[in-house]
Structures are given as structure tokens and as C-alpha cells.
């Protein structure tokens, strides 16, 4: 059990590397809106994931046909969170729109477990968890201050509350996932049905604003890029680790995705991040060690009520 934790780790954390590229790659194609890149991104990796697992969605219609709530549930949430967490990226930065969306996810991950499945808190996640929203904070202040200005700050605010929305959807669509897992669905069925359902609600919105692809290779790279490299492989991997990994132990793991993104929006982007900033990126870091780390005492394996780790 301990060796698979491990891997689930080890793969929802190459899920958010790859996840951290994709602010800065939305740069290399500034003439494509928030809109069309998150419905490519989303929309055509979800339509790739649910091929390739196609035969075995098949064979397992009726297990899923059982869940079809929670497919539709988080389907929804796949189709709201690239419009949100795109927009937020577009309207606060690379730095602040990452950050509010992943980091606030863990935080709502947990309340909808709490819920719906009443997984009690421990106080390593609590200590991990605060640690964590004191780095977020901390960088979106110091975001904040670097764009400056009535309108920058406007326009921060209007990212803020698009990336909260971000990350409700993203914390709904992981629980969702998770929940359809323990019930007898394999992770790549389930990811591949509820992002195959999720990128076909999102085809619309791609074919309504989606023209500027078409419009250079530069664009048209850069959508394919973000279809099948950080979510086709990234969600795969996710799936993968979501098998082994509680849904709010998954997203708060991802917080290290902001610690990506930040770095790759300073370094090549020529974003600012002020000395504030860099104290809440290694708050971040912080709470990942504080959440992931093994604890020598617990050797052997929980039993009863499910606990937060």
C-alpha cells in the first residue's frame, strides 16, 4: 500500500509539472482568447483520453451507466474549469490566476469530502493546508502590487473570482473522479469518460471562438500542445495517482503546479515576482513537504473512518 501511495504521488506530481507549463505556453499565443484555449486544451485532450480508452468504457457501460450522476457532475466541472482557470490566467497573471485556482482547491476538496463522505481533518492537513494559503496569499499580494494601478487591481480581483471558481470545479471533477474509482471503475475509464463527456460539452465553445488556431503554425502549436501534453498525459497521470491518492491529499499535491508556473512566468514570460512573492513559493513548497512527507511512527495501514494523510 505504501509502495503504491508512492507511485500515486510520484505521478499526480509529473500531472502538475506539466500543468504548470500551460500559463506560460497561453502566452506564446496571444491572439487566441481564454475561451478557445481552454476549450482545445480541455476539449480535445478529454475527446483523446475517452479513445484511448474506449474498449474499456465499453466494457464497463453499465458500472458506469450506475454513477451516471456523478459522470455528469464532473463532466460539468471539466467543461467550467478551463473557461475559469484560462480567464483567471488572462485577467490576474500567470503567477496569481495559477495560484488561486490550484491552492484554493485543496480547501474546497476538503469541504466537499467533509460533506459528502465526512473524512475528518487531521491536524498535519490543517498545518500543511494553512501553510499553503499563507504562501498563496502571500504571492497574490505581492502579484498584485506589481501590476499596480485602478484598473491592474480590477482586473485582479475579476481573476481572483474566476480562479475560485477554477478551483471548485477542479476540487469537484477530482472528488468525482475519486468517488467513480472506489466504486469498481478503473482510473483510465473513469478519467477517459468524464473527460471524453466533459471535452464534448466543450466543443461548442471551440468551434465558436477557435478560428485564431487556424491563423499560424505558432497558434496551432500551441493548442496541440496543450491538448495532448499537459492534458492528455498530465490527466492520465492524475487518474493514475487519484486510484491511490484521497482527492484533497491529490490537489493539495498539486500546489506545487503554482511553484512551476511562477518560476516559467519570470523566467520566460518577464513577469515580476517581488521578494514576497518568493516567500510564498517556498511556503507552497512548505506545505507539499508537510502533506506528502512519510510520518515514521505510522507504519502500519489505517483502518476504519477514512483520514485526511
Known amino acids: 500500500m505504501a509502495r503504491g501511495y508512492l507511485w500515486g504521488v510520484a505521478a499526480i506530481l509529473f500531472a502538475a509539472f506539466v500543468w504548470g507549463t500551460t500559463g506560460t505556453a497561453a502566452t506564446f499565443a496571444p491572439q487566441?482568447?481564454?475561451?478557445?484555449?481552454?476549450?482545445?486544451?480541455?476539449?480535445?485532450?478529454?475527446?483523446?483520453?475517452?479513445?484511448?480508452?474506449?474498449?474499456?468504457?465499453?466494457?464497463?457501460?453499465?458500472?458506469?451507466?450506475?454513477?451516471?450522476?456523478?459522470?455528469?457532475?464532473?463532466?460539468?466541472?471539466?467543461?467550467?474549469?478551463?473557461?475559469?482557470?484560462?480567464?483567471?490566467?488572462?485577467?490576474?497573471?500567470?503567477?496569481?490566476?495559477?495560484?488561486?485556482?490550484?491552492?484554493?482547491?485543496?480547501?474546497?476538496?476538503?469541504?466537499?469530502?467533509?460533506?459528502?463522505?465526512?473524512?475528518?481533518?487531521?491536524?498535519r492537513w490543517i498545518l500543511g493546508a494553512s501553510v499553503g494559503m499563507i504562501g498563496m496569499i502571500l504571492i497574490c499580494v505581492a502579484e498584485n502590487a506589481a501590476h499596480g494601478g485602478p484598473t491592474g487591481n480590477e482586473r485582479v480581483v475579476t481573476g481572483v473570482l474566476l480562479g475560485l471558481i477554477g478551483g471548485l470545479t477542479y476540487a469537484l471533477y477530482s472528488w468525482t473522479a475519486r468517488r467513480m474509482m472506489l466504486g469498481g471503475i478503473g482510473s483510465a475509464v473513469t478519467m477517459g469518460a468524464t473527460f471524453g463527456?466533459?471535452?464534448?460539452?466543450?466543443?461548442p465553445v471551440l468551434v465558436m471562438t477557435g478560428a485564431p488556431f487556424l491563423a499560424s503554425w505558432n497558434n496551432a502549436a500551441v493548442g496541440l500542445y496543450m491538448a495532448f501534453?499537459?492534458?492528455?498525459?498530465?490527466?492520465?497521470?492524475?487518474?493514475?495517482?487519484?486510484?491511490?491518492?484521497?482527492?484533497?491529499?491529490?490537489?493539495?499535491?498539486?500546489?506545487?503546479?503554482?511553484?512551476?508556473?511562477?518560476m516559467l512566468a519570470v523566467i520566460i514570460v518577464g513577469e515580476r515576482l517581488p521578494a514576497m512573492g518568493w516567500a510564498g513559493v517556498a511556503l507552497?513548497?512548505?506545505?507539499?513537504?508537510?502533506?506528502?512527507?512519510?510520518?515514521?511512527?505510522?507504519?502500519?495501514?489505517?483502518?476504519?473512518?477514512a483520514a485526511r494523510i
Open 32 to 123: 487566441v482568447s481564454a475561451a478557445a484555449i481552454g476549450a482545445a486544451a480541455m476539449g480535445l485532450g478529454g475527446i483523446g483520453q475517452a479513445l484511448l480508452s474506449i474498449r474499456g468504457i465499453r466494457r464497463s457501460r453499465h458500472a458506469i451507466m450506475k454513477q451516471r450522476l456523478l459522470l455528469i457532475v464532473g463532466a460539468v466541472a471539466v467543461a467550467i474549469y478551463p473557461l475559469a482557470f484560462y480567464g483567471s490566467m488572462r485577467m490576474a497573471g500567470v503567477t496569481v490566476g495559477t495560484v488561486v485556482t490550484i491552492g484554493s482547491a485543496p480547501l474546497l476538496a476538503a469541504v466537499i469530502e467533509y460533506l459528502t463522505d465526512r473524512t475528518r481533518l487531521t491536524m
Open 284 to 305: 507552497v513548497v512548505g506545505c507539499l513537504a508537510i502533506i506528502t512527507a512519510p510520518l515514521p511512527r505510522l507504519r502500519k495501514p489505517a483502518t476504519g473512518a
Open 197 to 203: 463527456l466533459g471535452g464534448i460539452l466543450l466543443m
Open 229 to 262: 501534453v499537459p492534458m492528455f498525459l498530465g490527466y492520465l497521470s492524475f487518474g493514475f495517482g487519484l486510484s491511490r491518492v484521497q482527492a484533497s491529499t491529490a490537489t493539495t499535491i498539486t500546489l506545487i503546479e503554482p511553484v512551476v508556473a511562477a
